[in-house]
Structures are given as structure tokens and as C-alpha cells.
């Protein structure tokens, strides 16, 4: 058991797609009694596999004479949904005042993917020796949290009977929103539109983020500024106030909030100064802005689906020179794109139980085409077990299969698309569907394909094209529409953009990590914008 001790460690590789932190609480129930006259020590040490090594990220407080510890340090890891990060929790009892841990004794250690702990939320294992036998009784409980305050507020505000601040016309206010600094000076938060040539404004509402506003506490003072806007930069002061959110909050559509605005130099100089016109809060709501991992604690299963292209053009796949070719290491571009998507994927499919599809074969007995058949020649359960699953039901029928054409998409689209349709009934976001297509080259059915994508649009699911071989995929980046919208043959556009392509001869001579990391750096948005478009809040999502 090699661990390797670094206290510092620099942020995992690919940290601009870094979506948020996660916060993991450790619990152990059971665990190894090694003290000879009280019980175990015991304290947990966090290691993450970075570049095939494990290394330290953190370690709890030690947990005196006391074998089901709950852990009061938590452990706080960046996640990234398109990165394996292998995790391993390993369990010492303190002996010594010694940081150095072989001087401990081991309790037991339990290895998963950060994946795999979010996509259940909770999750509770047995411990293992270095031997791979259980820790005799010994487990280990870990919980994942986001650790974002994802609250947004959204205020609706106008004056009334401003200060007419210009001589040869009224004013043109605008507001300006402060919170206080660390520093105790007030902080610029938010400016709002500047509206013309009038003492009644009526600002348009808008949205920040709860945290910039207030630092996520409803109840701290922030400070309201109102100024008249000179196109000369110097803005003539109006009058000013100081309230809460939760004060604000008490705005409703029927009984807005009116505040004074108050310029204390005029309210010193002049005894009868009652205000220079009253601001009023219209409405002021808070909601919550769910990201992708709050759909993914919420309990949104990630269902996975491969399309693999059996056309003629791949060639023979006993010739080496066949793109379905499996050289003596046992891979080829096929079976690597299948890994690299797939065993992300997979840790956020409960059952992990996938549909593998072909197209563009001539199938045993009666040799007619194809366009979407089970690989595993089941049509009734399509579905492989696991990765893996796909890989073996992918080498065995091969040698079964007819290479043939045309290279059609759009029946595979529209089969993972019937499924996603059902899924449009569900009240919260408990189901996303995401559809791998593999092919070698150019697509037959543009108009059918192109037509498939647009309804599919509508519907919880993405599409990600991996293209294999040396072929021209300027069709494939037509339907990725990152350039411009994709419209169906008949004008009809797209709701959004849900496919990704990726040539796989850009990544041939990379690690593999970064082909998932191309393939899927636009799925979280995708999914989140679709659940927001629908007005879908997560399965167990608290009220803001």
C-alpha cells in the first residue's frame, strides 16, 4: 500500500470546467479495535488519484477511544463531471504524534469515483484490508453536499416624487445597490439601467446572485444609493437608505415596500426636509438557480445509450486496416470512445444496465438492413451490463454481422428520442437521456437526421457524435450547433443545442482523459438548461 504525502496540492488537471465544490462528510461504523487496554484512534485520510499516483488531499481530526466515529472536519474536493476522480478513504488508529502514517495503524480503506458518491448522495461500504478482505466488521458512511448557495434574488423597484436635480428638466435616476466590505467600506453590488427624464421611474427587474447581494445573510444591512446621471461621469446624489432583504421581501405585487430616500445633507440644513421622494420595492423574490450537481443530489439518473456504425465504409473487421479492426491490445477507436464516455457516464446510472445499438448492417438470417438493432441480437432487452457489457456484446457480434449501408441517424435518434418523450411526463428532473453515435463518416439521411435533432431538442436528452477514420465530418458539425442554430428541412429551429461532435483523430496521440473531457464539457449545461426551460426543480430540492 504505497501512499504518497504531499499536505499541498494544486487543483486536478482541467480545472476551467471545475462546475463547484463538494463538501464529504465521513462516518465509520464498526471499526477495528487495535488498542490493547481502550479502544481505536481512529482518524480518515483522503487520497485522489492524480496522474496514476495516489496523493494526499486532506485528513480528519483523530477520533479518541471510539470505533463509530462521525467526523467533524469534512473534506472539500473540486468537481469535475467530465473527469474520473478516483477517491480513497483510508482509516488509521492514532499511535503516535507521528504525520507520517505508517506509524499508524491501518483500519481499512474503501476506493470509488467522486461520481459515484454524488450521483447517490450518501453511500455506506465496507472497509478493506490491503489484502482486499473486509476490515473485519468495519464500514465506512460518506455524504456528498454542494457548497454553493444557489439562491438568487430578483427585485422589482421605482421612485416616486424624486429630486429634480437638472435645471432645464427632471431628473435621470438610476440606483446603485452596496453591501458592506471586509474592510468595513460599503461595496458596489449592482447598478440598475439609467431611465430618462423622469422623477417616477420604473426600473426593469432583475436578478443577482443572493450571495453577491448580501453574502447569502437576508437579515445584513445593505445600502441603497440614488443618483441623478450626468453624461460628464458626475452623477448628482439624490438620496439614499438602508434596509435587508428580508425587509425588502415583505414586498408583495398588491402592498409594495416604500422607503425614503434621504439626503442627509438637506435633512441637516433644513428643518421641514421630509425626503427627496420615496423608492419602491414593487416585488422582491428569492429562488433557487439549480446547477447540475444539485439535479444529480436531487437523484437525476444519467441514462446512457450507443449507437455504433456498421457500414460498409469501416471495412472488413479482420483486415488491420478497419476501423472496427480490434488490434492485439484488444481496442480500436470504437471500443476507445465507448470507454472514455461510458465509464464516466455510468456512475450516474443506478442500474448500469445500457441499450447498445448498431445501424448500417445486414443481420442473420434473412441478411436485411438494419438501422437500429440490439447488438447483443436481443431486441427485447437491448441493454449490456455496464461498460464492459457493451465492450463484450460489441466484440461477439462482429463476426456476425454484415457490413453494409446507407449510414442512417435519424432511426437511432428517434428510438432514444421515444424514450426521452416518455420522460417528459416526470413532475421533477429524475431522468436525462444521452445518446453516444459513433460513426465513420458521412450521414445518408441529412434531411430525416437534421429533423430528428429538432424534435429531440424539445425533449431531456443530448446527443454526442464521435467520429472515427479520416473521413470529411463537416456534415457532423453542421448538427453541433455551436456556430449557429440547427434547422430542421422544412425552416423549423432547434430549441437548443443538444450535440456535441468531436473528431477522434484529434485526440489519437492525447491521453485519454481528454476526449471526455471535449465529449462532454457541454453536457451539465445541457442538462441543467433543459430542466430550467422546463420549469423542473430537483427531486428533493428545498424550498429558497
Known sequence: ????????LAGPVGSQYCVCKVELSVCGQNLLDRDVTSKSD???????????????????????NNLNPAFAKKFIVDYHFEEVQKLRFALFDQDKSSMQLYEHDFLGEFSCTLGMIVSSKKITRTLLLGNGK?????????????LSDNRVITLSMAGRKLDKKDLFGKSDPFLEF????DDGKWMLVHRTEVIKYTLDPVWKPFTVPLVSLCDGDVEKLIKVMCYDYDSDGGHDFIGEFQTSVARMCEAQEAFPLELECINPKKQKKKKNYKNSGIIIVKSCKITRDFSFLDYILGGCQLMFTVGIDFTASNGNPRDPSSLHYINPMGTNEYLSAIWAVGQIIQDYDSDKMFPALGFGAQLPPDWKVSHEFAINFNPTNPFCSGVEGIVQAYSACLPHIRFYGPTN?????????????QATQQEAASQYFILLIIT???????DETRHAVVQASKLPMSIIIVGVGNADFAAMEFLDGDSRVLRSHTGEEAVRDIVQFVPFRDFRNAPKETLAKAVLAELPQQVVQYFKHQNLPPINSEPA
Open 178 to 181: 452596496y453591501k458592506p466590505g
Open 134 to 146: 473486509p476490515a473485519g466488521k468495519g464500514m465506512i458512511t460518506i455524504a456528498a453536499q454542494e
Open 440 to 446: 465513420d463518416g458521412v450521414i445518408s439521411d441529412m
Open 1 to 8: 500500500m504505497a501512499y504518497t504525502v504531499t499536505p499541498t
Open 42 to 64: 481512529p482518524f480518515c485520510v483522503l487520497f485522489m488519484e492524480v496522474n496514476g499516483k495516489w496523493v494526499e488531499l486532506d485528513r480528519t481530526e483523530t477520533a479518541v
Open 409 to 421: 441517424f435519424s432511426p437511432i435518434v428517434n428510438h432514444v428520442a421515444r424514450f426521452a418523450a
